[in-house]
């Protein structure tokens, strides 16, 4: 987030870091004064507390971040664009209270502290997951005139199918019995296209559903999103061996503890940073496609992504 | 549902039976094509089944016959009725099958049937009933244009904030707080207001969306749809001591051996009774303070829904 020296040259006189600072001061704010409205009607029942626990204060934001750029890089709607960068983030953030579950992945940390299970019980936690996935319909439906209806549709549509059976949910259902399983190549791409890279795709053409761009540059996108979806996982399985639970603010080595297949175990390790590379370079020569002007924030985020250590 | 001799006078010419096999053949049509989508792109990994299991073969459908006979008394777009018929029923599934999981109620029979976790494990039932609160979703945002943006827009406004925080999920984080508890009469009912009214509430008022009724009626029918889903609850809690499991098709008496606090133990029996049919006059009042038409099938669910012996 903060490591601009690392950009390609195309780079120069933009600073991600700023970028992001400034939209995820933005973002913060958002989440801080719409999840479960701490002073108007709070939830009830300690349930306010578990959802923020699980939404505020941690997270690298990354899904927001796309929503933002790939606004951006439309000149769309900015109040369309923030509460579908909100909306991702909940769904994220839900996906990872549900599955640190015991029944799921068991896990006792997440952003270096307990995860939401361990720290308000399993029953408030399902329900928190519950409640944050309703909340994501809620921020992209105001009815406050800030966005118009066919955005708010459109936006429900993309998310709700990101997130459901031929996305995310579908995702986690593979990852579930696979495990101990020996992967095809198209087994553990077609997983990863749905566990992970569906909600982070969505997040690009969301903030691109917030602006009016031709055809050929909303596939342009959507190309982007495909390639940086998969990218982030590739890293996600590389940095599962390389880096230790505190750099991750989650348990490291997981994966092989659990004998979940990954792209390391399928490809090994220098073949899946080559592979990250490649499909960098995807992801930015889609970008190049699109014919859109503002791409700066896109290209560094896809650059920060597959070049994170954490 | 097919006892029509128990209707009041005014329903004379009207059959509920008949009336509820139509709608109920329409969405039982839907959900099976719809849920998990059997052949165009089914859900992977078992997901499918989990969730069309849950949703399919079983269940009153309260809810989505409240949303057509609301759309009906309006006039509406029945597209969208079904539509909504089927979203409010999903999130109604989605509840059940999270709510029966060993952390919450640890309900191994719903519906005369093993529940979902006994039959797909937990972490599937876990995944079932996320993917259903988005399938949800994406059955009120069709792209083929037989629902508008503005209707669309509204109903998953309606649909998000009755299954979330200020809905079901924050009623069953105070249920879940409430165990073992002494509740005075307004907590009782501010945690039914929430845990089952607002869906049976959202039921009446999404029905309502599908057309173009005047505020006042809209009104009358949030009112209406208050009274019904609090009668609702009385009624429940009634059958969960007078009747036995073979009949309710799930796990009698298991509220008073869980020491939640009910109308029942806390009013009595004969008084709960009693407010049952208060609740069904204030209901047929409210049909009366409309000022619409047809209303003959909301009056005779409300009288169903209240008399019920399941």
Known sequence: MNAPEK??????????????????TAVEQALSRWVACPTDAPAPAGLGDAMRYAVLDGGKRLRPLLVMAACEAVNGNADAALRSACAVELIHAYSLVHDDMPCMDNDVLRRGKPTVHVK???????????????????????????????????????????????????????????????????????MHRLKTGALLQA??????????????????????????????????????????????????????AQDKPTFVSLLGLQASRDYAQQLLAQALASLEASGLENTEALRALADMLVNRQH
């Open 203 to 256: 997040s690009v053409m969301m903030g691109a559903a917030c602006g009016a761009a031709p055809l050929a540059a909303q596939n342009a996108l959507c190309d982007y999103g495909a390639a940086v979806g998969l990218a982030f996982q590739v890293v996600d399985d590389i940095l599962d061996v390389t880096a230790d639970s505190a750099t991750l603010g989650k348990t490291a080595g997981k994966d092989a």
């Open 7 to 24: 950009l390609p040259p195309t780079h120069i006189g933009f600073s991600l870091g700023a970028w992001s600072a400034q939209q995820l």
């Open 120 to 190: 308000f019980g399993q029953a408030q936690a399902l329900l928190a997951g519950d409640a944050l996935q309703a909340l994501a319909f809620e921020f992209l439906t105001p009815d406050d005139g800030s966005v118009d209806a066919a955005t708010q549709a459109r936006l429900c549509r993309m998310l709700a199918q990101a997130a459901g059976f031929q996305g995310m949910a579908g995702g986690q259902a593979i990852d579930l019995a696979s495990v101990g399983l020996p992967l095809t190549s198209a087994q553990l791409h077609e």
